[in-house]
């Protein structure tokens, strides 16, 4: 997923009346302002109200389903003969802002402060998950190395504390 697919697919997105927040891989880089390593597919975060607008922009542009696992309805992937791949991130909004992730009886969300951060790709300013929220996100599973690199640029560009489960990182 090329820093010009991603231009490419919010613009078509955005022509159609929709928009999504940036997530994932892509979201830190647009927060740093520049890619800084290849990514395989584009996560977005996106209102439940505009999924069908959005999904069906991407349709048209040749995108399918791709099977998984661990497909919901909250959270699934479309993939196209290109190779590139969306990682859909469906949520809610409550009274208070906050992106409802899946059943409310699962207590899984994205604080309304998610959806405040701002970056840049490809010189453009985009939407995306902000700092201090990607760095939440980026905890509770199997580290990689690849997520260190993306918490640490975060933490120190933005001033935030890194989380205790990276520090293991640190002795190397």
């Known amino acids: 997923m090329t820093e010009y697919d ?15 927040w940036i997530d994932g891989g892509w979201g830190v880089d647009a927060l740093l302002g520049e890619q800084t390593r290849p990514h395989a597919d584009l996560d977005i975060a996106l209102e ?23 497909t ?13 791949q969306l990682d859909f991130h469906i949520v809610n909004l ?3 802002g906050n992106g409802i992730y899946g059943p ?17 790709i490809g010189g453009q300013k985009v939407k995306c998950i902000s700092p ?8 509770g599973y199997t580290l990689k190395e690849k997520d260190y690199h993306d918490v640490k640029a ?5 001033g935030i504390p890194l989380p205790e489960e990276y520090t293991r990182f640190e002795a190397k």
């Open 132 to 139: 201090k929220v990607m760095v939440s996100f980026h905890s």
């Open 94 to 96: 409550d009274a208070n």
């Open 154 to 158: 975060l933490c120190d560009k933005f």
């Open 104 to 120: 409310p009886e699962n207590g899984q969300m994205y604080p309304a402060a998610a959806f405040t951060g701002e970056g840049k």
């Open 48 to 70: 439940g109200k505009d999924e069908q607008v959005i999904k069906q922009v991407f349709t048209t542009m040749g995108f399918k389903d791709v099977p998984r696992d661990d």
């Open 72 to 84: 919901r309805p909250w959270n699934y992937v479309l993939g196209d003969d290109k190779g590139r």
């Open 6 to 20: 991603v231009l490419e697919l919010k613009r078509a997105v955005n022509e159609a009346g929709a928009d999504f």
